[in-house]
């Protein structure tokens, strides 16, 4: 799986966009990018993925890039519930995921 | 709609004890993963199954088994059982292996004492 390099944390106003970034310069033509959030413990939520559209749902936007070496994942109305640790995966079909280490994201009032 | 169901969500043993970990996948998904994550830590793979074959494995300790059933639930069978085996389990499921992402439960915490 090709290495992914996130902001080990970011703060956002609550009410305001999250643009959270992820760089996979070594990403193959096969790997899709997939993002995913815990909340203290719970279980992986999964966000969305995409492949090299951009792609959109009723989370989150994401943004690739058209080299497709890195992507941003956006949360267009941030809410206090939306503290959490984010994490940017890229796979290759069929293979299991690699967490870590992800974006602390920290939403303010 | 229905998630992933992991029992118990919460288990104490002692060391040397054995424990097993069920999971149901969300309907029609045939294939389940199995994550630990430690205290402070991300998750990380342990092992999957797909057609209740295991089609991938991780860093699963030897100490550790797991299986998936014709009705595509799994169990993960812990043997010997270590102070740093205290983690939390993460099941997920998804339809196929191929691009489907993956949903999780909400995890069972092992506590050893």
């Known amino acids: 799986d090709a290495k992914t390099t996130q902001p080990t944390s970011m703060d956002c106003a609550e009410g305001r966009a999250a643009n959270l970034p992820c760089n996979h310069s070594?990403?193959?033509?096969?790997?899709?990018v997939y993002w995913y959030r815990q909340i203290h413990s719970q279980g992986p939520q999964y966000i969305i993925h995409?492949?090299?559209n951009n792609e959109t749902n009723e989370m989150a936007s994401l943004i690739i890039t058209e080299d497709r070496k890195s992507s941003t994942l956006i949360l267009p109305h941030a809410t206090l519930r939306d503290t959490a640790v984010y994490y940017c995966?890229?796979?290759?079909?069929?293979?299991?995921?690699?967490f870590g280490p992800g974006t602390r994201l920290s939403v303010l009032p | 709609a229905a998630g992933v169901i992991q029992s118990p969500r919460h288990l104490i043993k002692e060391k040397r004890e054995t424990a097993t970990l069920k999971c149901y996948p969300i309907?029609?998904?045939?294939?389940v993963y199995w994550y630990q994550q430690g205290p402070g830590q991300d998750p990380q793979f342990l092992i999957s199954?797909?057609?209740?074959?295991?089609?991938d494995k991780g860093s699963i300790p030897d100490r550790f088994s797991a299986q998936q059933f014709s009705d595509y639930h799994s169990e993960l069978n812990m043997s010997s059982l270590e102070l740093g085996d205290s983690a939390l389990y993460f099941c997920?499921?998804?339809?196929?292996?191929?691009?489907?992402?993956?949903?999780f439960g909400d995890g069972t915490r092992l506590s050893i004492l």
């Open positions: 997920a499921s998804s339809l196929g292996v191929l691009y489907q992402p993956q949903h």
């Open positions: 995966i890229v796979r290759v079909p069929s293979q299991n995921f690699v």
């Open positions: 309907p029609r998904h045939d294939t």
């Open positions: 995409g492949l090299k």
């Open positions: 070594t990403i193959s033509g096969n790997e899709y």
């Open positions: 199954f797909y057609e209740k074959m295991q089609s």
